[in-house]
């Protein structure tokens, strides 16, 4: 249960960018907790990148702002500079998140316990799970395969999510819709992520607004990090 009660929100942002200051004024709104992963030697570091056929801005947040900006959400790790993880060796892997884990830890002030893997398609396997278990002191890892699902899983270091915010419109309102309206008689977790940036593409953060108001302040339902959720 979480706090007492058997319903938990939470939710998960990549990367590190600008536009996170303004998801975090809109979460805090809602009284919503969301993690939001980095790489640590990519803060500071401006960029853009096409989506959808729109260029979008995807400059990364100052090393120095780091802990003000995520202040009351959980950081996390995101490896150093975003490599597809399978394709490294054990070595590299254990380099590239837990140095980053305790870069971050350095920069918000609390140890660093969480990641989300990089990279699109499949950015994770049982051999990178294992080598991350085995080796750092990463506690859960989060994949981008999503469940559609609210059911808890064992395998926290391949922690699927329930659902890609904006890519997944949908069906995040229809699984909002169902997780508001059920009768939980066991621990369920609503899981959301995604990257901030993405909001951009088509100007859907009214749209997010809405999804907000429809998941938050419900007396039945639990709202944390990801660490505070899984762990």
Not at 87 to 116: F, H, K, P, W
Not at 198 to 213: P, T, Y
Request: overall charge negative; proline content about 3%.
């Amino acid at each position: 249960m979480f706090q007492g009660k058997q319903k938990a929100v939470t939710f998960s942002y990549d990367d590190g960018v600008t536009q996170d200051i303004r998801l975090i004024d809109l979460l805090n709104k809602y009284g919503l907790k969301a993690t939001f992963n980095l790489n640590s030697e990519l803060l500071g570091q401006e960029n853009t990148l096409m989506r959808e056929g729109v260029r979008l801005c995807h400059n990364k947040n100052q090393a120095a702002d780091v802990r003000s900006i995520y202040e009351g959400h959980e950081v996390a790790a995101h490896t150093l500079t975003h490599p597809l993880l399978p394709s490294c060796t054990e070595e590299e892997i254990i380099r590239q998140v837990e140095q980053d884990r305790l870069n971050l830890s350095e920069l918000v002030g609390y140890e660093v316990v969480g990641m989300a893997y990089p990279c699109g398609g499949v950015n994770n396997d049982a051999r990178t799970a294992q080598v991350i278990r085995e080796n750092t002191s990463i506690r859960y890892a989060r994949t981008i395969t999503s469940t559609f699902s609210f059911e808890p899983q064992e395998n926290l270091l391949q922690f699927n999510p329930t659902v890609y915010h904006v890519m997944e419109p949908e069906q995040l309102f229809a699984l909002g819709e169902k997780f508001v309206n059920m009768e939980a008689q066991t621990p369920q977790v609503f899981y959301i992520w995604g990257h901030a940036y993405e909001f951009d593409i088509e100007d859907n953060w009214a749209k997010f607004e809405e999804f907000c108001q429809l998941i938050s302040n419900r007396s039945d339902i639990f709202y944390g990090t990801n660490r505070e959720v899984l762990l």
